[in-house]
């Protein structure tokens, strides 16, 4: 098996038995810190449309090719010292960028909540994974908003950074992270971000591309375990994975929708103001807080067998 595939399952493997560590500082919040040092820099003053666009894409450049940069000095030092330290840094390295625990853990606590017909919590909960108002939430809204949450993120935090890493090792996999936080933090179409932040919410629609259409080929694979709907899955997928104002988001809430048998999507609220979204599915039933540890599930089976996959695929081709 090819060397850098079995660094990534000694990864995912310390992702689903550990987590992200507590009292480890995440490369995330770094990279965090310098968007925001940037963009406190540019924003705030008065500035052409051109000016900020040509900002923010320099931003996103520096971002993102200096976070690949780091990474792939730190493991040249480490393997320089010795080839047992650039592994180790290699694997958690890997390791940090994948986010399947987290997103389990978080979503978890919101089905908990419910669990215990505990509304506010559940909300509260909600709103750390969520951009989304939830203060008026019931707790149908909370488990379709919590079910497309993992679904989306099955393919941001876990395929995505899996796929890169395949293609790039650790460096290209950042590089990948780099990319996602920068929509995370200014892609937004407000008019804070509009302008400032169109390079970043673009070029993330670019990287997702690919990394979308395969967690819902491979969410759809997973469907076929009992308890799921296969046929609901490729039939939703084919006739709703466009009903999403983002080009990929709609293709694993589409797949997860239909396996699960629940209407998503709709209206939302964001900062007290009305998005109008069409829904993704049909509702077969009535969302159940059951639902939330059943994408969960189907978020975990889609990740090995893409794993499995691409395993299978490496081998073809070094035989070929």
């Given amino acids: 098996m090819n060397p850098e595939l079995i660094l990534i399952y000694i990864a995912f493997m310390m992702d689903f038995l550990l987590g992200d560590p507590q009292r480890l500082y995440h490369p995330v919040m770094a990279i965090g810190w310098f968007i925001k040092m940037f963009e406190n820099t540019i924003l705030g003053k008065t500035r052409t449309r051109k000016f900020l666009r040509t900002s923010g894409f320099f931003l996103w450049v520096i971002t993102v090719s200096g976070t690949f940069l780091i990474v792939f000095l730190v493991l040249l030092l480490g393997n320089l010292i010795h080839p047992v330290l650039g592994t180790t840094l290699t694997i958690i390295l890997l390791w940090l960028g994948i986010a399947a625990n987290s997103l389990k853990k978080e979503s978890s606590k919101v089905m908990v909540s419910l669990l215990r017909e505990d509304i506010p919590k559940a909300r509260e909960s909600l709103s750390y994974i969520v951009g989304r108002d939830t203060l008026d939430m019931d707790s149908h809204s909370i488990i379709k908003a919590t079910v497309e949450t993992v679904a989306e993120n ?15 090792g650790a460096p290209l996999l950042w590089a990948y992270k780099a990319v996602n936080t920068l929509d995370s933090m200014v892609g937004y179409k407000n008019n804070k971000y509009a302008d400032f932040g169109y390079y970043s919410a673009k070029l993330d629609d670019v990287f997702n591309y690919i990394p979308a259409r395969i967690t819902a080929l491979f969410m759809m694979l997973a469907s076929l375990l009992p308890g799921y709907s296969f046929k609901g899955s490729a039939k939703v997928w084919r006739e709703d994975c466009r009903n999403h104002k983002s080009p990929n988001a709609g293709h694993p809430e589409a797949a997860a929708s239909g396996a699960l048998g629940i ?7 964001y900062l007290g103001v009305i998005s109008i979204k069409p829904s993704i599915g049909l509702s077969l039933k009535n969302p159940e807080a059951k639902d939330i540890k059943k994408v969960n599930t189907l978020m975990y089976l889609s990740s090995i067998l893409f794993l499995i996959g691409s395993s299978v695929a490496t081998y073809y081709f070094e035989r070929r």
């Avoid at 099955?154 to 790039?168: H, N």
Wanted: net charge negative; proline share 5%; aromatic share 10%.
């Fill in 154 to 168: 099955t393919s941001d935090g876990v395929i995505a950074p899996v796929f890169y890493a395949l293609l790039g």
């Fill in 263 to 269: 209407e998503l999507g709709g209206d939302s609220s």
